[in-house]
T-cell receptor
């Protein structure tokens, strides 16, 4: 079945860049997503990338997609303490109205 | 952007009572909504897929008589935790996608933290 893997923890210093990595197994995925979850809150969509793209940039966020290796990354430039949260990578395994498949989430800690 | 409203955001109930959680898509229609459960420091676990006008589809291991789902309209799905017990305490999150944009982003409610005492 579909599987999405992420490293569980990442710690960076304020002002540095953070890179959160994700691998997925389903090559038919059409969209891949990054969500942010702050403590006690729901999921906030940060960005998504269509599978025929290899990069997407949105302000401090850069998403890189290597479809051959099924590898997705999220880079946060100039990381701030407010970026501390859990970041989930997710994919839609196939077209249609199917649920997202999530990774276990990467807990980003930003040290001042 | 599209908004999914989930209510209540938190609830405390006594063991044995039932609790209803609502999930509404505010500015789009959703034939399908998804209900997730999240344990502390863990990822989201899909519980069931709620289909407008028909029965929900439950994931393996999720008791359909325990977690009743109703999706009576294109903008509202409800999850009722029946005869709640302390082990049902968790964070429940709903998700919906715009019926006209099925292959794009999914929107999530803010979640409901259920505590059963």
């Amino acid at each position: 079945g579909e599987d999405v893997e992420q490293s569980l923890f990442l710690s960076v210093r304020e002002g540095d860049s953070s890179v959160i990595n994700c691998t997925y197994t389903d090559s038919s995925s059409t969209y891949l997503y990054w969500y942010k979850q702050e403590p006690g809150a729901g999921l906030q969509l940060l960005t998504y990338i269509f599978s025929n793209m290899d990069m997407k940039q949105d302000q401090r966020l850069t998403v890189l997609l290597n479809k051959k290796d099924k590898h997705l990354s999220l880079r946060i430039a100039d990381t701030q303490t407010g970026d501390s949260a859990i970041y989930f990578c997710a994919e839609i395994p196939n077209s249609g109205n199917t649920p997202l498949v999530f990774g276990k989430g990467t807990r980003l800690s930003v040290i001042a | 952007g599209a908004v999914v409203s989930q209510h209540p955001s938190w609830v405390i109930c006594k063991s044995g009572t039932s609790v209803k959680i609502e999930c509404r898509s505010l500015d789009f229609q959703a034939t399908t909504m998804f209900w997730y459960r999240q344990f502390p420091k863990q990822s989201l676990m899909l519980m069931a897929t709620s289909n407008e006008g028909s029965k929900a589809t439950y994931e393996q291991g999720v008791e359909k008589d325990k977690f009743l789902i109703n999706h009576a309209s294109l903008t509202l799905s409800t999850l009722t935790v029946t005869s709640a017990h302390p082990e049902d305490s968790s964070f429940y999150i709903c998700s919906a996608r715009d019926i006209d944009r099925l292959n794009t982003e999914a929107f999530f409610g803010q979640g409901t933290r259920l505590t059963v005492v």
